[in-house]
């Protein structure tokens, strides 16, 4: 065998080795994502969130949805059952990795709303769903902006900053699965979210009762000192006829005792 020969074999060696790594690596990453959205609060928040939208009775059967960091894909099944068609975006390509491998007959691209501002080549859509996103941004306003260019209505939830002022309020988030990509991102007053999206969508709207989870705050006058404070808001192009909807901010609200 030529010198040449035993070189193309040790280098193809090598490359397979290579490979094999990256794909150990590629695998150990998507594991570890999914850890971080199946731990055991997160599936309880996960579910407290689809019962409370179930709950709301909107519009959204057989609709197209821009679903925005979309993790590892566990909330598009609520879309799906309805008939929807779902197109699932998520900055991180460990989780995108593991949501094809869960869900290969889902359309998943990848999408950074702190960078990727142009949404015209992947919509219309009718529905933007932004559960556990916008407070992983940098850039809030930005994205919004984007969304309110691609949907006519917006479904979002967040972690919020407890008080009547509008504020963005930038914090520095740490290197996890489902943390902000670029290690900041922000916990808005209700206040700065209702006057956001009324001006880019129109009307815009929180809910009566909360998700049955402790994260979401019930007493807005006088929050728990700790922890998250989260909250579930609708914003639409046309005005909503909704009895669990509400254009102005409750100082408390009740969570909903939701049972199967």
């Known amino acids: 065998m030529s010198r040449a020969a035993v070189a193309v074999g040790a280098l193809g060696t090598a490359l397979r080795r290579v490979g094999s790594r990256l794909e150990g690596w590629q695998q150990r990453a998507a594991s570890q994502s999914a850890a971080v959205f199946e731990s055991r609060d997160a599936l309880h928040l996960n579910r407290a969130r689809l019962d409370h939208l179930a709950s709301l009775d909107l519009d959204v059967d057989r609709k197209r949805v821009l679903e925005v960091g979309a993790g590892i894909g566990l909330l598009t099944g609520f879309f799906e059952a309805r008939g929807c068609r779902v197109l699932s975006t998520e900055p991180r390509a460990e989780n ?148 669990k909807l509400t254009e102005t901010l409750p100082d408390r609200q009740e969570r909903i005792e939701w049972t199967r």
Not at 176 to 189: D, E, F, L, M, W
């Open 96 to 243: 995108l990795a593991e949501m094809r491998r869960r869900f290969p007959h889902r359309d998943v691209r990848p999408l950074d709303l702190d960078r990727d501002r142009d949404l015209s080549g992947i919509g219309p859509f009718d529905i933007a769903f932004c559960y556990g996103t916008l407070y992983h941004l940098a850039k809030p306003r930005e994205a919004l902006e984007a969304l309110a260019s691609a949907a006519d209505l917006l479904l979002l939830e967040a972690c919020l900053t407890p008080g009547a002022h509008v504020d963005v309020h930038l914090v520095r988030e740490g290197p996890s699965h489902n943390q902000a990509i670029a290690g900041v991102g922000c916990r808005p007053t209700r206040a700065w979210v209702m006057e956001t999206l009324r001006a880019l969508w129109g009307h815009a709207y929180t809910t009566i009762d909360q998700p049955d989870h402790p994260d979401f705050e019930t007493d807005w006058l006088v929050p728990y000192k700790h922890g998250n404070h989260r909250a579930v808001f609708v914003a639409s192009r046309a005005p909503l006829s909704c009895p």
